[in-house]
Every structure is written in C-alpha cells, then in structure tokens.
C-alpha cells in the first residue's frame, strides 16, 4: 500500500474545486460532454459564439475531430485584449534572465503593445492567415510575443527548441513549409553563448528550406553575428514605427494554431498540428484548477516554450487565465543550486511547476542550496514529462514545500495539448508517484495487449476512449500517419502509447512509454532518430538505440553500434559519434553509453530485438527470455559480456 496524503482542510476550504465538486463535475462531463464543454467554452471571449460543440469520430475510416465549429474567436484577443479593462497595469510575464541581474516585469498593456506592433511587423512582410513561421528563440519575452503576434493574425506559429542542432532546425522547417523564421543573436545558458543565428544560417543551406523568405533577428546578447541582407532584419528596426494597434484576426475555432514537432517510435518527428477554439477552452480551464490559480498568484512554470508545456502552461493557458507568469532563461544549478529557490523568492512565486529530472538533480546536492531561501510564498507545487519516483515526490513536498504545499503530478503530451491526469489541490488526495485521477471529460481506459479492456486494479496500456477539445487535431500534412499511429491499434480510441498501472482506489501510475520512444530529462526522443543519426557517420554500419535506467535524467540512451568492415572500437571514436549524435539532433540527444555491438540481435525476418537489448542495458542479463528465435543467438552472449552497465 503506497503512502496517501490527504488534501490539507485548510487548503480545501479556500479551493476552487472541493472534493465534493470533482465528484459532481467529473460525472456531468461524462454524462453530458456536450452540455458540459458548451458551458465551460463560454470562458472565452467568442467572436461568433458556437452552436455546434462536438463533432467528433475516432473511427479510424472516418477519422475527425471538430470542437465548437462554427465558433470564431482570436487567441490573442483572449490572452490580451480582454484583460485590459481589469488588468491592463497587472504584470503579465516577469522575465528572469539567466544573469541574476537582468530581469524585467511586463505589465499587459505593454505586452498588447508589443505583441500588435508585432503582428504589423509580420502584416508588412507580407504574412497572411494560414503561413508557417518558425520560431527558434531562447525564453525570452519576445517568444511569448512572437506567438502572440502569430495568433494575431491567423499566422501557424511552429516553435523549434533552442537546443535543437541545424538538422533539426531546418526539417522543421521543411516539413512546414515556413515563411519567416524569428530568432535571436544568441541564448544564453548558465553563462554560455548559444549560437541560434549561426545555426539558422546553417539550417537555411539545407536543400528544401527555400521557402523561408524573411529571417527576424532579435538582439539579445549583442553577440557577434553575420546579417544577410535582404533576407535578415531586426527585430527592433522591423518594430520602429509600428503602430500599438491591430485589429485581431477573427479565425475559425478549427483554424491551426501551431505546429509542435515531437518524436514518435518511427521515422521523423512529427508535427503535432493544435488549432484554437477547443485548445484554449482547454489549457485555460486546467491551467486555472489544476492549479488552484487565484488573481495574485505569481505562477512559474520552468518548461521551455519549445516544448508543449511552454506552450499551454508558460504562455496560452497563464495569459488567457490573466495571470503573472514567470520565463526563465536560465538552468537550475546556475549561478549555484539555489537558483530556482532565489527566483522564487525574488518574484514572490506561489505556483511552481517543473519536472522530475530537476528534482532529481537538486536532491543530490541535498537540503542546504533550499534551505536557505524563505519559499514562504509558495502555494502549489506542480511536475511534468515523466513518471516521478516516489523519493522525488517527498523531497520535493518535505523540502521544498515543507509539508504545506500540495503537489499536483501531472500526466499529459504534446499530443493531448494539456493536462489530462492529475489530482486538483483541493479536492483529490495524493500518493508519491501517481498522477491520480482524470481531469474533467476524460475517459482514460487500460487494455492488454490484444485489445481487451481491463476493469477495476489493472495493468496494461493507456487509452482515452473518447474526445476532449484540446486533443491534437492532425499531423501537418499527413493525416494517414495520425490515423495510424494514435486510432489504429485500439480502433475506436485514442492511443496514447504508455502503459499504466489503476490501483485499488482507481488511482492511476504511468509506467513509461510502451513504444521506442524513450524519455530523456522530460524530453522525448524517438529511438529511430538517434540510430539514423548514428548511421549516417561514415564508420557506423549499424546501430540499435534503446532507454536505461537513469539516476537524474530518468532515462539515458543506450546506443549499440555495430562499425563498417575494416574499423575498429576505440576511445576516441566512441567520444567522436556521440559528438556527432549531439550535433546531428542536439545536446538532449547525447548517448550515455555506447557499447560496440559485433552483432545486433535479430529476428530471422531481420528484425532487431530491441527487448533483448534492453534487458542487456538495464544490467539484467538473466531476464532475457526467449532467444531462441533469433537467427544467430551467439551475438547475445558477446554483448552481455561487454555490457556497460554492470
Ligand atoms: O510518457 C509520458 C511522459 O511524457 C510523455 C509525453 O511527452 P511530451 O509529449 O514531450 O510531453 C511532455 C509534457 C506534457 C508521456 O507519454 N509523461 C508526461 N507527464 C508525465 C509522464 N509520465 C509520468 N507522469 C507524468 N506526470
């Protein structure tokens, strides 16, 4: 029986959601979708109010999902516009730089300001309703404003992770197609420059990547820097002159809003296609009780806004809500491992939301480094991207939170757009490691592995048998491959691709991903990618990419490599491909252990045993099961013996 904290009464008693409410609310929204998310959608300021609320298949031959459809509004006019009246001088994104000394409050006029000059900016490049703009900046304000100006005017916004490598960067760009990419000088990461500029100039020499007609530059290190006239520009000249108003461009609720690139266990990432009316009603919605939001809370959220939780809960979900959210450029342990504490306390936050890795990272440099900070302003604490050990979670409420903070674990992906599985602070008791209960509207279901459908304390793989209005809509030009990947397995439902345990008070744990996808530090990364990479160096002839077992990161890469004919293993090449996977993909990508493989286990049919590999990884050679199957049994031995981790 694992721990259970009760909700704290006192905390309950001033909540949003009583336990009592989450019972009434969660039964309404099964029963009646409909009339539930009709309600809730009236949250926002609608252009056209919607009539028609759900129109909704998951059946694989007519595949479609459409959430109040004839509805018309602007993201932009919701995140800003709207708040002027009440909130016009309310701060609404405190900077944090990563250099203690440089932060920056913006209040929402300002923002509204900013954000129209913007999108006149775009206007005048000629961007229209429906272009792809790429943006590739560090976790700045003009990120934030960049989407903003985006959504302004019915521009796709496609946000690419400042730590992606060139490659990356432009099939990014290939894929969607853009029009303009945003940028900045540089970033800046616990005092290193990061060269975003230098790797768009690199990006855009990649064949296919023409489209992209206008590169906006924004001045953020001052940075030395080559502009390529007329294709480059600054931010700051292009917004001279500009006027502070622009009409918001009215959209369909089922216009794109963004694109977000992220890995799946085959082939290339794919782009994660969201639009607007049914996103927003979603991520604000969760956004405000998952995390018990209040009119003075000081909310921070670490996530980049490359990622999906930058995204939803850093910018759409916090501005839509009218709430101070908080960027971070910055690192953890920079300048020393008291950082996130110091900021804490700095800018008064009350709601905190990171990942488990993070935890992790700073309960190994133990209590002191948190300590010494007050924290007294802290009031829910939030974690995301992968499963947190139960160690994690009590550091994480005795140290940090010092009992008095609940903790909400959520479960969500790029691909549900926010948050799906998570206790509510004031209604639902938590247990160290599980993500709870299901948010409103959602239907989770486990099944086995031949599709049968598992009651009551079950273990299987994870399913949502129905719809919920901030669910990816597509994938950006390929719709087969959504069809396939998330309907096709489980016809019928949603497959989310991780497995699950439901305990005996119906609570749920994800236990990790079911498929090659494996996750790094909260960051997903498809298997087939780092092994393409791998590949494509002239001395690899053959590579098996699996996850193991991680003490900070969760998860690390284990790469098998098998060399072409006439070279050997050393060092040196070991140090030489996994530099080679960090620039071909991007730091996150690094290989943990690399271990020469003379041979890959296979099936007679070819196929790499990928099972046997991870046993090999996890240092439990005795758990291999069956190899009987394989067409040379003989390689298993060799890589047993050489394993790495032992
Ligand atoms: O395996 C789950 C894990 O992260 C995956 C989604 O990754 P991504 O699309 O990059 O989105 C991350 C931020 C939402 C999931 O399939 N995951 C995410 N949150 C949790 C989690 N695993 C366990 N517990 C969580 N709270």
């Avoid at 990432?269 to 939001?293: A, M, Q, R």
């Avoid at 020393?336 to 800018?347: A, E, N």
Wanted: charge should be negative; include cysteine.
């Amino acid at each position: 029986m694992s721990k259970l904290y009760p909700v704290n009464p006192e905390f309950a008693a001033a909540a949003r959601v009583s336990a009592d409410d989450y019972a009434r609310l969660y039964d309404e929204s099964i029963k009646d979708p409909e009339g539930f998310w009709k309600r809730i959608g009236q949250r926002l300021d609608w252009i056209k109010p919607p009539t028609k609320i759900k129109d909704v298949s998951f059946d694989p031959s007519d595949l479609h999902i459409r959430w109040y459809e004839d509805g018309q509004l602007n993201v932009s006019a919701n995140c800003l516009d709207r708040q002027l009246e009440k909130r016009g001088d309310k701060v609404a994104i405190i900077f944090e730089g990563d250099d203690p000394k440089d932060s920056r409050r913006i209040t929402y006029r300002e923002l509204h300001a900013e954000v129209c000059k913007f999108a006149n900016t775009l206007k005048n490049l000629g961007v229209v309703k429906g272009d792809r703009i790429a943006i590739y900046l560090p976790m700045i304000p003009e990120a934030a404003v960049a989407m903003l100006a985006c959504a302004r005017i019915g521009a796709i916004h496609s946000v690419v992770f400042g730590g992606f490598s060139p490659d990356s960067l432009a099939g990014r760009i290939v894929d969607s197609k853009a029009k303009v990419v945003i940028t900045a000088d540089e970033g800046l990461r616990a005092g290193k420059h990061i060269p975003l500029k230098v790797n768009v100039d690199a990006a855009l020499e990649r064949p296919g990547t023409s489209s992209v007609e206008t590169v906006i530059v924004v001045r953020h290190t001052g940075g030395p820097i080559n502009m390529q006239s007329p294709r480059d520009r600054w931010y700051h000249t292009l917004m001279e002159g500009q006027s502070t108003e622009c009409a918001p461009t009215p959209v369909e609720a089922e216009h794109p809003l963004f694109v977000l690139y992220t890995s799946g266990s085959t082939g290339k990432p794919k782009g994660v296609l969201h639009t607007t009316g049914g996103y927003l009603v979603y991520i604000s919605y969760t956004h405000e009780l998952v995390f018990d939001l209040r009119e003075d809370d000081v909310y921070w959220c670490t996530a980049d806004v490359g990622w999906v939780t930058g995204h939803s809960y850093v910018v759409y979900g916090p501005l839509c809500n009218g709430a101070t959210t908080v960027m971070f450029e910055g690192v953890p342990n920079y300048p020393d491992y008291s950082r996130f504490w110091q900021v804490v306390d700095k800018h008064k936050v009350s709601i905190f939301y990171t990942a488990p890795t993070a935890i992790r990272a700073l309960m190994r440099e133990g209590e002191e480094p948190v300590k010494k900070t007050s924290r007294k302003s802290l009031r829910v604490l939030g974690s995301v991207g992968e499963p947190i050990n139960p160690e994690a979670w009590e550091w994480y409420n005795r140290v940090v939170g010092e009992n008095r903070c609940p903790i909400v674990d959520t479960w969500w992906q790029t691909e549900t757009g926010g948050i799906m599985i998570s206790p509510l602070p004031g209604a639902i008791a938590t247990k160290p490691g599980s993500a709870t209960r299901p948010f409103f509207g959602i239907t989770p279901a486990i099944v086995d592995a031949d599709g049968k459908v598992l009651e009551g304390e079950a273990e299987g793989n994870l399913l949502i048998t129905t719809s919920w209005p901030g669910q990816v809509r597509t994938i950006y030009g390929d719709h087969q491959r959504f069809i396939d990947t998330y309907f096709s397995a489980y016809p019928g439902n949603y497959f989310s691709g991780d497995g699950v345990r439901r305990d005996e008070d119906g609570y749920y744990w994800i236990t990790g991903r079911v498929d090659d996808v494996i996750n790094v530090s909260g960051h997903r990364l498809g298997t087939a990618e780092v092994e393409s990479a791998l590949v494509s160096h002239p001395k690899v002839a053959e590579a098996a990419v699996v996850g193991c077992p991680h003490d900070i990161k969760g998860q690390g890469i284990y790469a098998y490599v098998t060399l072409v004919v006439g070279e050997t293993g050393s060092d040196d090449l070991r140090k030489e491909l996994v530099a080679w996977v960090r620039k071909e993909i991007g730091p996150i990508a690094t290989p943990d252990y690399l271990q020469w493989a003379p041979g890959l286990p296979k099936t007679r049919s070819g196929k790499i045993m990928r099972r046997i590999l991870r046993k090999i990884g996890e240092n439990k050679p005795d758990q291999l099961g069956d190899i009987t199957t394989l067409a040379d049994p003989g390689v298993v031995q060799n890589l047993v013996d050489e394993r790495l981790i032992k």
